[in-house]
């Protein structure tokens, strides 16, 4: 399945809840859930029922949707969360986290998961000393993040880099502007995982 291109606030609308999806303008009065808030769409503004199916499918929508993948890669984020000790719901949504592209956005080097991903596909993301250009790869305790020497005139990181500092950083990662690095402390429990989903519906609906 391809990745969706189109608006990305309607997700957020047919979700009913912020994704973040479009960088700065999401913390701000202009979001448009603060306009709209009802689904997209000439009926969205309708009461309908929902069944239980459709209430795991929205839930599972609305956890892909906030990581911007696409379904198959999504799938197989699950399917590795299955097969790891302990609660599969809590281990998806730890995989999720520990994603680069997830973490360059929370250090606030990308203002937006989808921007995060294009600087880490570019090459502009270091870990451990070495340029890593994959989204998916998963950060493990201990390993340093840095933004490549080359890199850190680049306008766009330049000006998130400036602005970083003012970010709520989430307790398992570090990040020190002036240096250009940042840090993950310790794996990510679901307390520091800020994501309004219910991850046992997500659970539910892929194990029907
Ligand atoms: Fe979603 Fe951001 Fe658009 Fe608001 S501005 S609807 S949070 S993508």
Redesign the pocket.
Known sequence: MSRYTGP??R???AEGT??????D??YTE?????RKNHRPGQHGQRRTKVSEYGLRLREKQKLRRFYGMNESQFRRFYQQATKMAGQTGHNFLQLLERRLDNVVYRMGIGNSRSQARQIVLHGHIMVNGRKVDIPSYLVRQGDRITIAEGSRDVPVIKENVEVAGSRTLPAWLAFDADKYEGSVLMVPDREHIDVPVKEQLVVEFYAR
């Open positions: 990305v606030c997700l957020c609308r912020k994704l973040f999806l479009k960088g303008r999401c202009k979001c448009s859930l603060n």
